[in-house]
């Protein structure tokens, strides 16, 4: 009716003298109604508001019904667009309140941004409407510009999920290339109605070696004898010089050039590698858990080697699994070497049943010592390889393995058995 009255310019300048609203301002709004208002009050100090109370919200009036509005909403949602862009400072994101200038202010997301993140208000390029943090800039319609002004765009958390859904699918992916699929097939799989999710699973299901199979495939019987016989060598030199002379033509024939492995080796991300070396470390200091020995390196911080009970069949590389807190171990160089040799025997094996393992289970089966050290009754109970100067004890579970024919124990701290179960559980 409005667009078919003859002289419409002066129609709408009527309007406006009678206080129609022809543009959208940023006003201040009653703090009170804030969403983060009870949480504003209750962290304020002060036992009283008083004159130089500071109660400071900001807001498009009637907001949250324009919002509503699904007549014309891509002008609308132009329009909020552009008066948000072109209009908002830096005051405009926060609300601000204190009992007085004798405290310092609460802060909040002010009442416009949490009304901007709560509505689905901005389009794509093919005229759906999302909230903020579901859309990014390549989504964006394209009648949109892209105007971060003072910071607006991070404050109503524009395209969070976008990101982060992007960054959960890469890590996938990656996952899934440790397993030799490719990500054009997770890609033809994902098209023909199987999810990243379904795929990922599977690709566990089939390649993840249980913690259970992978230490009974990587350990001997633990009979090997802990030093071979040695021949005797005649160290006698007849001819000290003619001797000389061979090391010289010897190591004129070693020579200086080297070859690049065709074997690639896909290693686990450094920063879980180095949370979980922290972990071992604030369990056992650095101590192996075997013997006990360490000794101090760079930065007074002790030696330990960090070994993963998940292993290929080969021993060589970790294959199909990852390191994880409850599958590493905080070895000395010698034992770690032992493990890697596979002349362990795990017999602590024998007493779990390959089922679901919980603590109870663990405490039935294995006994707890509290504050195990150098060890006095049995020669290989306690840490007995303990440098002199050490005070070093821990209370642990003591789990039997063999070594030499002798019984040896690997020794867990509550904490550290505790995400051993969840390993074995859910690897």
């Known amino acids: 009716m409005y667009q078919k009255i003859d002289n419409l310019p002066v129609f709408i300048e009527i309007l406006i003298l009678l206080g129609a609203q022809v543009s959208?301002?940023?006003?201040?709004?009653?703090?009170?109604?804030?969403?983060?208002?009870?949480?504003?009050?209750?962290?304020?100090?002060?036992?009283?508001?008083?004159?130089?109370?500071?109660?400071?919200?900001?807001?498009?009036?009637?907001?949250?019904?324009?919002?509503?509005?699904?007549?014309?909403?891509?002008?609308?949602?132009?329009?909020?667009?552009?008066?948000?862009?072109?209009k908002i400072t830096t005051n405009h994101l926060s609300a601000k309140f204190r009992m007085s200038q004798s405290y310092g202010f609460e802060t909040s997301k002010s009442q416009l941004i949490f009304n901007l993140m709560s509505y689905e208000w901005i389009p794509d390029k093919e005229g759906n409407f999302h909230k903020p943090q579901d859309i990014d800039n390549a989504m964006l319609s394209e009648e949109f510009n892209l105007v971060n002004t003072n910071g607006w765009?991070?404050?109503?958390e524009f395209g969070k999920n976008i990101v982060s859904q992007q960054a959960e699918y890469k890590?996938?992916?990656?996952?899934?290339?440790?397993?030799?699929?490719?990500?054009?097939?997770?890609?033809?799989?994902?098209?023909?109605?199987?999810?990243?999710?379904d795929l990922y699973e599977e690709a566990k299901k089939t390649k993840s070696q249980k913690l259970s199979d992978s230490m009974g495939s990587n350990s001997g019987d633990g009979k090997t004898s802990e030093v071979a016989d040695q021949e005797d060598s005649d160290s006698i030199i007849i001819d000290p010089?003619?001797?000389?002379?061979?090391?010289?033509?010897?190591?004129?024939?070693?020579?200086?050039?080297?070859?690049e492995s065709a074997h690639k080796v896909s290693q686990q991300d450094s920063e879980q590698l180095k949370k979980i070396k922290n972990y071992l470390y604030r369990e056992y200091s650095g101590y192996c858990q075997i013997c006990g020995d360490t000794f101090?390196?760079?930065?007074?911080?002790?030696?330990?080697?960090?070994?993963?009970?998940?292993?290929?069949?080969?021993?060589?590389?970790?294959?199909?699994?990852?390191?994880?807190?409850?599958?590493?171990?905080?070895?000395?160089?010698?034992?770690?070497k032992i493990f890697q040799l596979g002349l362990q025997s795990f017999s602590f094996l024998e007493k779990l049943d390959h089922s679901e393992l919980s603590l109870t289970s663990i405490?039935?089966?294995?006994?707890?010592?509290?504050?195990v050290g150098k060890g006095e009754d049995n020669e290989y109970d306690g840490f007995y390889n303990?440098?002199?100067?050490?005070?070093?004890?821990?209370?642990?579970?003591?789990?039997?393995?063999?070594?030499f024919s002798k019984r040896f124990y690997l020794k867990f701290t509550q904490d550290h058995i505790q995400q051993f179960i969840e390993v074995w559980n859910n690897n």
């Not at 500071?54 to 002008?75: A, G, M």
């Not at 303990?386 to 070594?403: C, G, N, Q, Y």
Request: hydrophobic share 35%; charged share 30%; proline share 2%.
């Open 24 to 86: 959208l301002e940023i006003t201040r709004a009653e703090i009170g109604k804030n969403p983060n208002w009870r949480k504003l009050w209750l962290d304020s100090l002060g036992q009283k508001v008083t004159s130089t109370s500071v109660q400071e919200d900001w807001n498009i009036v009637n907001l949250t019904h324009i919002l509503e509005l699904t007549e014309n909403r891509f002008k609308i949602s132009r329009l909020i667009w552009d008066t948000v862009s072109q």
């Open 153 to 156: 765009l991070h404050a109503i």
């Open 171 to 197: 890590e996938k992916v990656a996952i899934l290339g440790e397993y030799g699929i490719s990500i054009d097939f997770a890609d033809k799989m994902k098209r023909e109605g199987l999810s990243m999710d």
């Open 241 to 259: 010089e003619a001797h000389q002379d061979n090391i010289v033509i010897e190591n004129e024939g070693v020579t200086s050039q080297t070859t």
């Open 296 to 336: 101090e390196g760079n930065k007074n911080h002790n030696i330990f080697m960090m070994y993963s009970l998940n292993r290929s069949k080969k021993g060589a590389q970790l294959q199909s699994d990852v390191n994880r807190k409850g599958n590493s171990l905080s070895l000395c160089p010698k034992h770690h």
């Open 363 to 371: 405490e039935d089966s294995f006994e707890f010592r509290d504050g």
């Open 386 to 403: 303990r440098p002199e100067e050490s005070s070093f004890e821990k209370d642990v579970f003591m789990l039997p393995i063999t070594l």
